[in-house]
């Protein structure tokens, strides 16, 4: 009888000693959970794609086990990153076009085209990038010069913002348009009484680009995917799409081709895509989630677009525009606040975010936690920071350190106190959304960090930081770009912290973002980037 009690004590004690077995064990980590304390931790494991402890090392080498140990040391890891506002399909669709980005003269962009059209000999040249205010003269381009290289094949050359389009003859006669062409919305820039190809927001409408086909598309979201998972990106959010886009995703992500999560915003641009989802309802998978509508307010500030309460300062009488009417806005607003959907709408002028915040907060009245977000949220009347309180900013700090150079130049000194005021946003709210506006600014998310807290460009100008009393902190950029951005997105109860029972999205980190020198974040790097506890980088 000893004997089998002896026995029966032996066994309890290996059975109490018995590890659980996990898929994978990361250990010796600097890893910020982002949790409600913002807490670190050394280790944590996960099982079957999600988080199951986090802890010590020791705490979590004591009770699991894993065939897959991963010692990180010492290395600093965050959870996977997330950009709340970009432009994914586009920019992957965009590698298989003419690369603009960076030129630095109109010259230059001649250069690539032709060294573009000697590779592809395409029917219809497309190409996107440019930007005027990076060249030694800062005026927008005129068609002279592509209707001589490209008499007979069409050019549309979109600009960095995508709020601005130039076009040679070519494409003019295939569009039909003239001088003369009504366009509400918008603008046909003209000089000397003549196009000088240069469209703006609505008249880019105009131009009939050929259809891309499916198969570039996938090409496209995969490259994209490609790099986003490169920088640490695990979810992107699409600032508007459209139905067969989000449809063709959904598919590729079933057949496990596509592995990034996509927040698709669908487009809103187009009633009947507005009733098709709110009849559908909000649709949700674990890469997947179809709940927002993007809705454009009005254009950019690069391209005089945005819309403005008073004149812009360096062009007369000039004031910018609303994409739609005060009223059509009014309907949109209606039918989403009616259903479960969020609003998400593009606004940059201080006359936009004054026109949206008002009509959001008349058709949500007291409703909580609809969680409606302004985009760009750019230039803010001193008045208007108020309606921010229940509205959510989301911000992408690289316009910040793009625009500093001439923005004031754009709007006068006094309206630049409440532009790029990500602060100010954040006081009023609590929360903000980080984002990149990708193409429109570089993929890279580590420049995201650096121009939230820093508010610098990567020459270290200006010395003392761009209008600093509004820079985020570290922790708050941090958040910008998980937590808060998971939060944006209705997901922050599985994504945007290291924590159990979420998924087990999370980035090695070649350095200490949070602690390095300021001028060292820009050369933060991904050693390694985890999606369901899968590396796919």
């Given at each position: 009888?000893?004997?089998?009690?002896?026995?029966?004590?032996?066994?309890?004690?290996?059975?109490?000693?018995?590890?659980?077995?996990?898929?994978?064990?990361?250990?010796?980590?600097?890893?910020?959970?982002?949790?409600?304390?913002?807490?670190?931790?050394?280790a944590f494991a996960i099982?079957?794609?999600?988080?199951?402890?986090?802890?010590?090392?020791?705490?979590?080498?004591?009770?699991?086990?894993?065939?897959?140990?991963?010692?990180?040391?010492?290395?600093?890891?965050?959870?996977?990153?997330?950009?709340?506002?970009?432009?994914?399909?586009?920019?992957?669709?965009?590698?298989?076009?003419?690369?603009?980005?960076?030129?630095?003269?109109?010259?230059?962009?001649?250069?690539?085209?032709?060294?573009?059209?000697?590779?592809?000999?395409?029917?219809?040249?497309?190409?996107?990038?440019?930007?005027?205010?990076?060249?030694?003269?800062?005026?927008?381009?005129?068609?002279?010069?592509?209707?001589?290289?490209?008499?007979?094949?069409?050019?549309?050359?979109?600009?960095?913002?995508?709020?601005?389009?130039?076009?040679?003859?070519?494409?003019?006669?295939?569009?039909?348009?003239?001088?003369?062409?009504?366009?509400?919305?918008?603008?046909?820039?003209?000089?000397?009484?003549?196009?000088?190809?240069?469209?703006?927001?609505?008249?880019?409408?105009?131009?009939?680009?050929?259809?891309?086909?499916?198969?570039e598309t996938i090409q496209?979201?995969?490259?994209?995917?490609?790099?986003?998972?490169?920088?640490?990106?695990?979810?992107?959010?699409?600032?508007?799409?459209?139905?067969?886009?989000?449809?063709?995703?959904?598919?590729?992500?079933?057949?496990?081709?596509?592995?990034?999560?996509?927040?698709?915003?669908?487009?809103?641009?187009?009633?009947?895509?507005?009733?098709?989802?709110?009849?559908?309802?909000?649709?949700?998978?674990?890469?997947?989630?179809?709940?927002?509508?993007?809705?454009?307010?009005?254009?950019?500030?690069?391209?005089?677009?945005?819309?403005?309460?008073?004149?812009?300062?360096?062009?007369?009488?000039?004031?910018?525009?609303?994409?739609?009417?005060?009223?059509?806005?009014?309907?949109?607003?209606?039918?989403?606040?009616?259903?479960?959907?969020?609003?998400?709408?593009?606004?940059?002028?201080?006359?936009?975010?004054?026109?949206?915040?008002?009509?959001?907060?008349?058709?949500?009245?007291?409703?909580?936690?609809?969680?409606?977000?302004?985009?760009?949220?750019?230039?803010?009347?001193?008045?208007?920071?108020?309606?921010?309180?229940?509205?959510?900013?989301?911000?992408?700090?690289?316009?910040?350190?793009?625009?500093?150079?001439?923005?004031?130049?754009?709007?006068?000194?006094?309206?630049?106190?409440?532009?790029?005021?990500?602060?100010?946003?954040?006081k009023e709210y609590g929360?903000?959304?980080?984002?990149?506006?990708?193409?429109?600014?570089?993929?890279?998310?580590?420049?995201?960090?650096?121009?939230?807290?820093?508010?610098?460009?990567?020459?270290?100008?200006?010395?003392?930081?761009?209008?600093?009393?509004?820079?985020?902190?570290?922790?708050?950029?941090?958040?910008?770009?998980?937590?808060?951005?998971?939060?944006?997105?209705?997901?922050?109860?599985?994504?945007?912290?290291?924590?159990?029972?979420?998924?087990?999205?999370?980035?090695?980190?070649?350095?200490?973002?949070?602690?390095?020198?300021?001028?060292?974040?820009?050369?933060?790097?991904?050693?390694?980037?985890?999606?369901?506890?899968?590396?796919?980088?």
């Open positions: 009888m000893k004997k089998i009690f002896s026995i029966l004590i032996l066994l309890l004690i290996l059975i109490s000693c018995q590890k659980e077995k996990v898929d994978s064990i990361v250990i010796n980590a600097n890893a910020y959970t982002v949790n409600n304390t913002f807490d670190k931790a050394e099982k079957e794609g999600k988080f199951v402890a986090v802890g010590s090392t020791k705490e979590i080498q004591d009770k699991y086990d894993s065939d897959n140990i991963i010692d990180a040391k010492n290395q600093t890891i965050v959870p996977g990153l997330i950009d709340a506002h970009c432009h994914f399909l586009r920019f992957g669709t965009g590698l298989q076009t003419a690369d603009l980005n960076g030129t630095k003269s109109y010259d230059e962009i001649l250069e690539r085209l032709v060294a573009f059209q000697k590779e592809k000999n395409a029917a219809f040249i497309k190409g996107r990038g440019w930007d005027q205010n990076d060249w030694e003269i800062k005026e927008f381009p005129t068609k002279e010069k592509l209707d001589k290289l490209f008499p007979n094949t069409p050019v549309a050359l979109t600009r960095v913002d995508g709020h601005a389009l130039l076009v040679n003859q070519a494409a003019i006669d295939l569009a039909s348009i003239t001088k003369n062409t009504k366009v509400s919305g918008g603008e046909i820039i003209t000089k000397n009484g003549e196009m000088t190809g240069v469209l703006i927001d609505a008249a880019m409408d105009f131009i009939k680009f050929p259809e891309t086909t499916k198969q496209g979201l995969l490259d994209a995917q490609d790099i986003c998972f490169s920088y640490g990106l695990t979810t992107v959010d699409d600032a508007g799409l459209d139905q067969k886009h989000i449809e063709l995703i959904d598919s590729l992500q079933k057949a496990n081709q596509l592995k990034m999560r996509v927040y698709a915003m669908v487009s809103g641009d187009k009633q009947k895509q507005i009733d098709y989802y709110i009849n559908k309802g909000i649709y949700k998978t674990d890469y997947l989630n179809v709940r927002s509508f993007k809705v454009y307010g009005d254009g950019a500030l690069g391209s005089r677009g945005a819309a403005m309460r008073e004149s812009y300062s360096d062009r007369d009488n000039h004031f910018g525009a609303l994409i739609y009417s005060p009223e059509r806005y009014q309907e949109i607003a209606r039918q989403i606040a009616a259903s479960e959907f969020q609003m998400n709408t593009h606004a940059i002028g201080d006359s936009a975010n004054t026109w949206l915040t008002k009509t959001y907060k008349e058709v949500l009245k007291d409703a909580k936690n609809r969680r409606w977000r302004i985009e760009h949220a750019q230039i803010i009347s001193a008045e208007d920071f108020k309606n921010f309180d229940n509205i959510l900013p989301s911000i992408q700090p690289t316009h910040a350190t793009s625009d500093m150079y001439w923005a004031e130049d754009r709007i006068g000194a006094e309206r630049m106190k409440g532009a790029y005021a990500f602060k100010d946003l954040l929360k903000v959304a980080l984002g990149t506006d990708f193409p429109v600014e570089q993929v890279n998310p580590f420049l995201t960090f650096y121009a939230s807290a820093i508010r610098k460009d990567l020459n270290n100008f200006p010395k003392d930081g761009f209008q600093m009393e509004n820079a985020l902190s570290r922790e708050e950029t941090l958040k910008g770009m998980t937590i808060w951005a998971a939060y944006s997105n209705f997901e922050e109860n599985e994504k945007g912290s290291i924590e159990v029972g979420k998924f087990a999205d999370f980035v090695i980190l070649n350095q200490n973002i949070m602690e390095v020198k300021g001028d060292k974040i820009p050369k933060t790097k991904a050693v390694a980037t985890y999606l369901n506890g899968e590396k796919v980088f």
